[in-house]
């Protein structure tokens, strides 16, 4: 039996997934029309902005508050909205598409 057969893993979830999401959606609506919105270059720039902020897993309740405690901080939502920045101008310049 394979090791991921014995334990639930989809319970572990990474909570800057839906930040940076939702931070990437406010900010893709300010840029109009200049950004290509196609999924493979909106879902590369989620990809590399979760590449550049902390990541913020939880498996239980209080994991939930722990996650929520880190999001709070105003360095973290600092460093989210950047890397979000950096992903949506780096995917602009070199699309993964022609």
């Known amino acids: 039996m394979a ?4 334990y639930d893993f989809d319970i572990l979830k990474n909570e800057s997934e839906k930040l940076v999401i939702e931070e990437l959606e406010r900010q893709l609506a300010v840029f109009g029309a200049e950004i290509c919105r196609c999924n493979t270059c909106v879902v590369d720039m989620a990809a ?5 902020v902390k990541p913020l897993y939880r498996v239980s ?5 722990y996650a929520s405690q880190a999001m709070a901080e105003a360095s973290y939502a600092r460093s989210l909205q950047q890397a979000v920045t ?13």
């Open 48 to 52: 590399i902005a979760l590449n550049m």
């Open 3 to 6: 090791f991921a057969d014995v």
């Open 61 to 65: 309740l209080l994991g939930t508050q």
């Open 86 to 98: 950096r992903a949506i101008e780096k995917v602009r310049k070199n699309p993964a598409h022609d």
